[in-house]
T-cell receptor, first 111, second 112 residues
Framework: SQELEQSPQSLIVQEGKNLTINCTSS?????LYWYKQKYGEGLIFLMM?????EEKSHEKITAKLDEKKQQSSLHITASQPSHAGIYLC???????????FGAGTTVTVRA | NAGVTQTPKFQVLKTGQSMTLQCAQD?????MSWYRQDPGMGLRLIHY???????DQGEVPNGYNVSRSTTEDFPLRLLSAAPSQTSVYFC???????????FGPGTRLLVL
């Protein structure tokens, strides 16, 4: 199965500041997914990246996939309290429909 | 569209009791999965199914059984609950043409 390591484990940012979360895979990435989870709730799909060098943005969140480094990053610009939560990266293998997840990064945004 | 629904939302069990966590989806997704989430460990795959009548083990299957008799439903059975099974359980479904998974709201289980 795909092993995913996320860093940092947690971070605290001042409202309005930028932040970056990294997700590194032990194997080649064939599909990388970013999800957000608010405390006590289910996961909400953010973005899916499939090709090396691919970059996607939604509102103030941008995700990139570096296939060679087997790594993805999630960047939030000008963070807001609504960005607080747990961010998880997930990945599938080439012929594997099982979605594996990293341990998650807890983001706290201070007003 | 209700999406993925899970029942119950909360459950307290005594060691040795059995129970079934229910999961249903109304999106006609072929793939369904069960995960457990524990602090600092992210989501770990328990069992998954790629279609009605087909199930397979994930990363942490011991102590859990599943069956998939219909496309819509994928119940998770705890045969003899243990304190180590205290966790939050999430059910997910997805379409093979678009691997984005939709998740249910979760079931919080406490085993005493």
């Amino acid at each position: 199965s795909q092993e995913l390591e996320q860093s940092p484990q947690s971070l605290i940012v001042q409202e309005g500041k930028n932040l970056t979360i990294n997700c590194t895979s032990s194997k080649t990435l064939y599909g990388l997914y970013w999800y957000k989870q608010k405390y006590g709730e289910g996961l909400i799909f953010l973005m899916m990246l499939q090709k090396g060098g691919e970059e996607k943005s939604h509102e103030k969140i941008t995700a990139k996939l570096d296939e060679k480094k087997q790594q993805s990053s999630l960047h939030i610009t000008a963070s807001q309290p609504s960005h607080a939560g747990i961010y998880l990266c997930g990945a599938v293998g080439p012929n594997d429909y099982k979605l594996s997840f990293g341990a998650g990064t807890t983001v706290t945004v201070r007003a | 569209n209700a999406g993925v629904t899970q029942t119950p939302k909360f459950q307290v069990l005594k060691t040795g009791q059995s129970m079934t966590l229910q999961c249903a989806q109304d999106m006609n997704h072929e793939y369904m999965s069960w995960y457990r989430q524990d602090p600092g460990m992210g989501l770990r795959l328990i069992h998954y199914s790629v279609g009605a009548g087909i199930t397979d083990q994930g990363e942490v299957p011991n102590g859990y059984n599943v069956s998939r008799s219909t496309t819509e439903d994928f119940p998770l059975r705890l045969l003899s609950a243990a304190p180590s099974q205290t966790s939050v359980y999430f059910c997910a479904s997805s379409n093979p043409l678009d691997s984005r998974a939709s998740f249910g709201p979760g079931t919080r289980l406490l085993v005493l």
